[in-house]
């Protein structure tokens, strides 16, 4: 049985204590959560992300209160009492566009920051894979969301992108009309793509980024040189005085000091976009209202799903439809498929420094193509850039099992 | 230091890929259009100088079809029973003289069909003679009022075909204010006036071979380049397409691009004011979370 003192005024520091052990979870969580003192900004990518769902989650709260998920009301809802009527309502609909666009600009930073340091081996595996299930579920978010203004694009993209469930000369045209509730997409489609969009997938999103969390609350982050740290040697030192000496630093206020000051940097240039730049994340297709009968000369997804789209588009469809399942599940394997015993970064790391970066250079190339018309030149590059893209994924065990140690 | 090359390294990627899906991307996806500025270069000089008394007398055989406000004359049939017999209700004329290109108007009285580049033009050609036409326009320009307002622009322009929901603005003139009964919540003159619509717009879709889009937010549907050499010449971005060539002058072109502004992007002025509000303030957080990491991290290193 706890003890509880009797006297504690309600709410006082100590009847909190006994109730919630706010000293303990203050200690766990941060002011003892130690993180290596030898990283870059690039760590801070993560609160970067966390902050920028924030922003999502806030600016989205505002914009459910005017929207109208009906598909004679939504362009409208979105299009005219929004951005005119609603006072600032613009405001937050740019900040939601924006955001949505950049967080995954700041995603795939994150994600190749983790590759690139070797963070998903060695105890890191379940980061990496909350992380991918991250990915996975804004991926879900982003599109959903897209569906929502019920403009040309969302229409569109909706029909292309359901018409992929019915897997090609498998002709499961069921299944396609199940996931839409209908034979093309209407009210029924718009109501189950609005409920996963505010309800749903959020959820799951925090749920997820929890999980996330307390992956890393064990292995502890990385670090730049791919260091195995002694977290307890080292926090004892710190504790002592010296924290000259000492590879670690806690995470509040130290790292958080370095935290904010990033988020700062990145707030200017984030409304710097929101306010001078949003085009870029509003695709004007979209502001033509959704029509059955009209389908627009180019139908491309977001940049952000570009490259897995091309690694769909260049094969005749059921061979486009194992790779683009491949694209879609092997990042999640990539702790299991470097077989490398060297977590450190990619330049030190042999043959994996070229991988990383004919990597990151492919999956550039095919966002390139994935928005141009698959004509002439541009499907050729196309092709060669989804057949380097299985390659690589194909190389990568033969050639990070021939690493050397370090 | 090592932190900057980094930070330059991810700059360089994003500003690549920027490249890559905006700019690039849209460069191949769009035909590229030159524009010439609202010269209306395909059509000769005029040789002739106008008499705007001579014309204000042919003028008289406009109004057999349109009007002309501000000199008193009205049209000789509403919007719906003009759209009944031509497809499409003419414009009042007060203010073309301010609007309209005057060597493209004078050709255009001349041979409609031609000058507009449309298949067919409902209008009949208007004037006899090159010195006739160069009468009329100089009388248009005798009456053209000194300001035009960014929705007249329009409604001379653009209006007799193209709605504007977020305006109010219908084919046939703006959705008026009407009441419904309070016992039945029903408005029959709402009714009337939709039906009145109803029946002009399928008359102009007959005309048009399809129903000309609202405007209500096309400022954001396309690019500020489309809509320029669009309104100019329609056929240079949609070859075959029904919409005719206007004739406006670049001065009229911006009015009513202003008007488009103000319905499709009506927080641009806001925006301009609050943008650097915000910037100044993440500007002067940023500066103080740099000195809080500084002595945050003072003998750390
Ligand atoms: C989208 C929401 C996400 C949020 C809010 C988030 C948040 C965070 C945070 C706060 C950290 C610790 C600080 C840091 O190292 O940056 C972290 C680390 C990490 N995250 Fe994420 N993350 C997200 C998505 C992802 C994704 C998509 C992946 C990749 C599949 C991923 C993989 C990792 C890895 C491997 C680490 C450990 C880095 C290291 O040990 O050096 N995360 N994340």
């Known amino acids: 049985m706890a003890h509880f003192d009797e006297n504690a005024r309600p709410f006082s520091h100590k009847w909190l204590n006994e109730r919630l052990a706010i000293d303990t979870l203050k200690r766990v969580l941060s002011t003892e959560y130690w993180i290596p003192k030898n990283i870059n900004f690039l760590w801070a990518m993560g609160m970067v992300l966390a902050a920028t769902f924030g922003l999502l989650l806030i600016s989205g709260i505002f914009l459910l209160m005017y929207y109208q998920p009906n598909t004679q009301l939504a362009f409208d809802s979105v299009n005219y009492t929004i951005m005119s009527e609603v006072g600032y309502g613009w405001l937050w609909r740019h900040i939601h566009g924006v955001g949505a666009s950049v967080v995954f600009l700041i995603i795939y930073i994150h994600m190749f920051t983790g590759i690139y340091y070797g963070s998903y081996k060695k105890g890191r595996e379940l980061i990496w894979l909350s992380g991918m299930l991250l990915f996975v579920l804004f991926s879900a978010e982003a599109f959903s969301g897209y569906m929502l203004p019920w403009g040309q694009m969302s229409y569109w993209a909706g029909m292309v992108i359901t018409n992929l469930f019915s897997g090609g000369s498998l002709h499961a045209n069921g299944l396609v009309e199940w996931i839409r509730g209908d034979y093309v997409p209407g009210q029924a489609f718009l109501n189950r793509f609005f409920m996963l969009h505010v309800l749903l997938v959020p959820l799951a999103i925090i749920g997820v980024i929890v999980l996330h969390f307390g992956t890393l609350r064990i292995p502890h982050v990385n670090n730049q040189d791919g260091e195995e740290i002694d977290f307890e040697e080292a926090a004892e030192l710190y504790k002592a005085g010296k924290v000259k000496e000492s590879k670690v630093i806690p995470f509040n206020p130290v790292f958080l000091s370095k935290d904010v000051f990033v988020m700062g940097v990145y707030f200017i240039l984030f409304f710097y976009l929101v306010f001078y730049h949003f085009e870029f994340a509003m695709d004007p297709v979209n502001f033509d209202p959704a029509d059955p009968l009209k389908t627009p000369t180019h139908i491309y997804p977001e940049w952000y799903f570009l490259w897995s789209y091309e690694v769909l588009r260049p094969f005749p469809t059921d061979p486009g439809l194992v790779a683009f399942g491949f694209a879609q599940v092997i990042f999640f394997l990539l702790p299991f498929l470097d077989r490398s015993p060297n977590v450190a970064p990619a330049s030190r790391r042999g043959a994996f420094k070229f991988w990383f970066w004919a990597l990151l250079i492919d999956m550039i190339v095919l966002t390139f193509m994935g928005k141009l018309p698959p004509e002439g030149i541009w499907s050729t590059i196309g092709l060669i850039a989804a057949l380097t893209f299985i390659g690589l994924w194909i190389a990568l065990p033969i050639i990070t099992a021939k690493e050397k140690k370090l | ?301």
Request: hydrophobic share 40%.
């Open chain 2, 1 to 301: 230091m090592k932190e900057l090359k980094i930070l330059g390294i991810v700059t360089v990627f994003t500003l690549i890929l920027y490249w890559g899906v905006e700019p690039f991307a849209h460069s191949q996806m769009h035909k590229h259009v030159e524009g010439d500025d609202f010269k209306y270069a395909d059509l000769p000089a005029l040789k002739v100088k106008g008499n705007a008394q001579n014309g204000q007398a042919l003028a008289a055989a406009c109004v057999g079809c349109h009007s002309i406000k501000t000199q008193g004359m009205a049209a000789p049939m509403d919007a719906v029973t003009s759209a009944q017999t031509y497809g499409v209700n003419p414009p009042d004329l007060s203010n073309i003289g301010a609007l309209l290109d005057e060597k493209f108007l004078a050709h255009f009285l001349l041979d409609p069909a031609k000058v507009t580049k449309s298949k067919h033009f409902a209008m009949p050609p208007s004037a006899g003679s090159e010195q006739d036409a160069a009468d009329i326009v100089a009388y248009f320009k005798s009456i053209a009022p000194k300001d035009v307002s960014p929705k007249e622009a329009y409604v001379t322009a653009c209006g007799r075909c193209h709605a504007n929901r977020y305006d109010h603005w219908t084919q046939i003139g703006d959705v008026p204010k009407t009441k419904s009964n309070i016992k039945t919540g029903v408005d029959l003159d709402a009714l009337e006036f939709k039906k009145k619509v109803g029946i002009y717009q399928n008359k102009l879709a007959d005309y048009m071979g399809k129903l000309p889009p609202d405007l209500s937010i096309i400022i954001r549907a396309r690019s500020e380049k489309f809509l320029e050499t669009f309104i100019e010449d329609p056929q240079s971005q949609l070859p075959g397409t029904a919409m005719p060539r206007v004739g406006l002058t670049k001065e009229g072109y911006e009015k009513v691009k202003a008007y488009l502004e103000k319905t499709g992007d009506p927080s641009k002025p806001l925006r301009e004011e609050t943008g650097p509000k915000v910037l100044l303030f993440f500007v002067i957080f940023t500066f103080l979370a740099f000195l809080w990491k500084k002595s945050m991290w003072k003998g750390h290193h």
